[in-house]
């Protein structure tokens, strides 16, 4: 998603300045072309040598340096970033880039760039809440840049509170967010559920299936990339949710059903990839769960169908996409359920087939719709996802 983006990296004199290193490596892994620009103060804290071996490109230093390519034409890289990242990003350079000053390569870039500029302050926490900086944040925030907050944590001076450069995936989510995708979700809401559902038995036990969560996950994830605001109504997993949307942590059909229905009216899209729970214990309380292997015998009740009720209560223009996971049969259950519980498109996926299903990377879905069927080959989550979002859109421009 990121290859063959241009990143320019501005390091600033933090002591955070050697993360800057794991960041400008993973970025460079991901197919990213990547330029390093440092300020004097930075070359304190790292040597240019490990950003120049890492990118393969020159390290910019200082604005009169005429030994390399962009010596003059410095606005030319500025014109061709994709995005601009300033990690860590000092009270100096926050104050000289609020303030309009360019005495330096890393000021004079940013000044000149077409693209977003992201900056992650990194600094003592009581320089952090200065009223100063805190107003020059507020400026940039004004004047378009984005800023990521530092995190709270244990600081090089020992000191423990605001002002850590956050981890480097959380810098790479920012980065991601702003330039890996086409923004056709802007302005759509976008409502998902993943994961399993549990249904506590007693105290202790609890019937759940199989979901890892990866699908829906991956969906949350590309349409957060894709300018969504995203909803993710989330069972049981273990995946660390995209950070740009909106999660809420259930764990039984019925809190999934409740965070789903207040979401509901005001969502343009749906997609219910979770794997609820079909039934549940009648009458928990009451009950008491032999021991004994000769008396397990609970008597259930169905859980209420989410996809159905959504389904019942469209609004008009509103997308529903569910998810069928179909052991035999697949085509055949999978366009019932779409007449059933009133979609607009249901992804089917048959757990007999390898690379398909619960827990694995990849998925392969037939996407069936009141007039289509598109089978789609074996692909990851993510590229699924991405399909599954192209066909909505489609169904939602129709
Ligand atoms: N679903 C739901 N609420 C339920 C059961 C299912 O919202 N109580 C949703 C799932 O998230 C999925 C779709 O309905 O999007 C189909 O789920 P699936 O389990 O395949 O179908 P069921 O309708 O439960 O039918 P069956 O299990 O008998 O195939």
Do not use: W
């Amino acid at each position: 998603m990121l290859k063959g983006k241009v990143v320019v990296v501005g390091v600033t004199g933090s002591i955070a300045a050697y993360k800057s290193a794991q960041l400008v490596s993973d970025l460079v892994k991901l197919g990213c072309e990547v330029h390093v620009i440092m300020t004097q103060n930075a070359l304190n804290f790292i040597n240019p040598i490990t950003f120049e071996t890492l990118t393969g490109n020159k390290c910019l230093v200082d604005t009169f340096d005429r030994n390399f390519e962009f010596n003059v034409t410095h606005v030319s890289l500025s014109q061709k970033a994709d995005v601009f990242i300033i990690a860590p990003a000092s009270a100096n350079i926050i104050g000289k880039l609020a303030n309009g000053i360019a005495d330096d390569m890393l000021s004079t870039m940013v000044m000149a760039a077409k693209c977003t500029t992201l900056i992650a302050p990194a600094m003592n926490k009581y320089m952090f809440m200065n009223s100063i900086v805190q107003e020059n944040i507020a400026k940039l925030q004004r004047h378009n840049f984005k800023i990521i907050q530092p995190a709270v944590g244990r600081l090089a001076c020992n000191d423990t509170g605001v002002g850590k450069l956050p981890d480097v995936d959380v810098l790479i989510d920012y980065i991601r967010h702003e330039i890996s995708c086409e923004k056709d979700y802007a302005g759509l809401k976008v409502l998902i559920t993943a994961g399993p559902t549990q249904e506590s038995l007693d105290p202790v036990r609890y019937i759940t299936n199989h979901s890892s969560g990866k699908m829906g996950y991956a969906l949350a994830q590309a349409a957060s990339d894709r300018g969504a605001e995203v909803v993710l109504v989330s069972g049981s997993v273990h995946i660390k949710p995209p950070l740009f949307a909106q999660c809420k942590n259930v764990l039984s059909a019925e809190d999934m059903f409740h965070a789903v229905a207040e979401e509901l009216s005001d969502s343009d899209v749906v997609i219910m990839a979770a794997a609820v729970a079909d039934y549940t214990p009648d009458s928990y309380s009451d009950r008491k769960i032999k021991k004994s292997d000769s008396d397990m015998s609970i008597p259930l009740k169905r859980t209420t169908d989410i996809l159905q009720y959504a389904g019942d209560n469209k609004p008009d223009g509103q997308i529903i996409c569910g998810f069928s996971m179909e052991t035999e049969n697949l085509m055949e259950n999978s366009k019932k359920k779409l007449q059933k519980k009133h979609c607009d498109m249901i992804a089917a996926n048959s757990i007999r087939q390898n690379g398909a299903g619960f827990g694995t990377d990849t998925n392969i879905i037939t996407l069936i719709t009141r007039n289509h069927t598109t089978e789609l080959p074996l692909m990851s989550k993510t590229d699924a996802a991405h399909q599954i979002l192209d066909h909505i859109l489609k169904l939602k421009k129709s």
